[in-house]
Each structure stands twice: as structure tokens, then as C-alpha cells.
């Protein structure tokens, strides 16, 4: 392997809302990037996983990127084995294929790990709790990626997620607009609005750390600077398009109950980063700002 020889990075996941981000970002690197979708790679298939990487170029550093998840926080409550068998078992043959491979691997996890009734930042290390089947099945993959890579895995933990390549809540909420002449948006959960193409970024840089040797292993938390309800975040998209931002009307999580339970507060600590040497992210408003520049109104994802 040539000391100078670039980053060969691999996206899982590649079709998806960050993963198409993530393809963008890592391209402008300039250095070779094979970007892979759920039907080109099933990340259960630890065969399949390992043919991936060894399909790579030899000569330089592999940064694997698992964007691929189960992403249906509520049909995961009924589908529990099938959401943590990609959740949970893919990123543990992800991790196990990387051990044996020598890669990095990023593991894009979720502020759903934690209970949410916290009321201040949750810090990287505190203890985790789920509520919810789609909680579990991400902790699962934490801990396997922990586990197997203790010296070259990163758990990246984001949240409240949107962006221009797929559905998504500020999206929905522009295209309601079109539809109602007042929407009524939860405003008692609280977290920290997060665009795709700011996480990709970070990621980037998060992964040129580790090959660097500069970014200890570990939980990070990829999440906005600063915080914002599902109200305030709905009514800054109405402003920041210039509809009337008063057509939004607070209302409570119990006017709107979900098969999976939601943490209330699920605002995390960016503490860690400045160990690693990479920025945090910008206020959630500023990404939101840039964000609206390249979106259309669509559908509703979550992290």
C-alpha cells in the first residue's frame, strides 16, 4: 500500500436519502468511491459483504460507510426480527468483514437509542435505552461494530433527518401547505433538525480523521449545532419559503399517537468531535436555510 495512495471509500446504502448525499460529498474528494444499494449489497450477507471489500482497490486505506438501514421506525414495531436483522445483523457483518479486512467502518446509528427523557445533551457515553423495536435493532448494530472494531469503528449517532433525495418531514410539511390552509405540528419534542448533505460532510471528515490516525475509535454525535421543536422547524421552512409561518399551529405528541413510542428530548452532545479535530455542524436554521435552496416538496423519513 502506497503511503500517499488515496481513501477508497464504500457507501452501503447508496440509493437512500443520506447515502445519495454521502455518494455526492465523497466524490468531490477525488479519490475512488464505489457506492453500493440495498439490491446491489445486502448487508446481511456476510459472503456478499466480504466479496464487496475485496472487490476494492489495494492500494490504499478502505473506509467502509453503512448508510443502509431499516428506516420504518413504526413498521419495525411489528416486523422486530426483520428490522434488527438489517439494524443490528448487517452492520455485524459489516464490522466482521472489516476486522478481517483492516477497513474503517462509520456506523450511522440514531438518537434513538436513549429513552428521551433527559434535559440536557446526551452525552456519547451515557447509558442508552431504547423505547422502541427500531431503538433496539440500532443499538444492536452499535454494539456489534463496537465489539469487532474496537481500534477502527465509529458509531455516528444523528437524528430528525432530511434532505433533498428523499421523504422526508420538511418536505411533507411544504407539500401540505399546498393542500391545508393551517397544519398542527407537535411541538412538546425537542432535538436538533439535521440536513443529510451537513452529516455527509461530517462524515467525510470524520473518516479522512481515522485514516489519518488523528480520531479516536468510538460514539460520535452527528446531529445540528443548537435545538428546535417539530413546530419550530415546520414553521421556519414556511418562513424561510415565504408562506406565512402563523398557518402552523402548535399541538401535543398525544393528538398524534404512532404505533412506536418517540423520545421526547432528543438532544445530543457534540463534545466529542473536538477530540477527532473535526467541526461540529452548523445552527439546524442555517442548514435548513441552504437546504430549501435544492429541495421539493415530498414525503416523511426519520434518522
Known amino acids: 500500500m502506497r503511503a ?6 464504500l457507501i452501503t446504502g447508496a440509493a437512500g436519502m443520506l447515502g445519495r448525499d454521502l455518494t ?14 440495498r439490491a446491489e449489497l445486502d448487508i446481511t450477507d456476510a459472503d456478499a459483504v466480504r466479496a464487496a471489500l475485496a472487490a476494492l482497490p489495494d492500494d490504499g486505506p478502505v473506509v467502509v460507510v453503512n448508510a443502509a438501514a431499516w428506516t420504518d421506525v413504526d413498521g419495525a414495531e411489528t416486523a422486530e426480527d426483520a428490522a434488527t436483522r438489517i439494524n443490528g445483523a448487517g452492520p455485524r457483518a459489516l464490522a466482521a468483514a472489516c476486522a478481517e479486512s483492516g477497513a474503517v467502518l462509520l456506523q450511522v446509528s440514531t438518537d434513538y437509542v436513549f429513552p428521551g427523557d433527559a ?13 422502541n423495536a427500531y431503538g433496539r435493532g440500532k443499538l ?27 421523504r422526508n418531514f420538511v418536505a411533507t410539511m411544504l407539500s401540505l401547505a399546498e393542500q391545508r390552509e393551517t397544519l398542527d405540528v407537535v411541538d412538546d419534542q425537542r432535538g436538533q433538525p439535521t440536513w443529510t448533505l451537513a452529516l455527509a460532510r461530517q ?101
Open 119 to 131: 434535559t440536557v445533551p446526551y452525552r456519547h457515553d451515557d447509558p442508552t435505552s431504547p423505547v
Open 140 to 166: 444492536a448494530g452499535e454494539q456489534a461494530v463496537l465489539e469487532l472494531l474496537p481500534e477502527r469503528g465509529y458509531v455516528v449517532r444523528t437524528a430528525w433527518l432530511y434532505g433533498a433525495h428523499g
Open 24 to 37: 455526492e460529498v465523497l466524490a468531490g474528494t477525488g479519490a475512488p468511491v464505489t457506492a453500493l444499494t
Open 4 to 9: 500517499d495512495a488515496p481513501v477508497n471509500w
Open 203 to 303: 462524515l467525510r471528515d470524520l473518516g479522512e480523521a481515522a485514516v489519518a490516525g488523528r480520531a479516536p475509535a468510538g460514539v460520535y454525535h452527528g446531529t445540528a449545532s443548537e435545538t428546535a421543536t417539530w413546530f419550530d422547524l415546520a414553521r421556519a421552512a414556511f418562513e424561510l419559503t415565504g408562506l406565512d409561518p402563523e398557518r402552523v399551529r402548535p399541538t401535543t405528541s398525544e393528538k398524534f399517537v404512532r404505533p412506536a413510542r418517540r423520545p421526547s428530548f432528543s438532544v445530543l452532545d457534540h463534545g466529542r468531535w473536538a477530540e477527532a479535530g473535526v467541526a461540529v455542524q452548523p445552527h439546524w436554521r442555517d442548514q435548513l436555510t441552504e437546504a430549501l435552496k435544492v429541495m421539493a416538496p415530498g414525503g416523511r423519513s426519520e434518522a
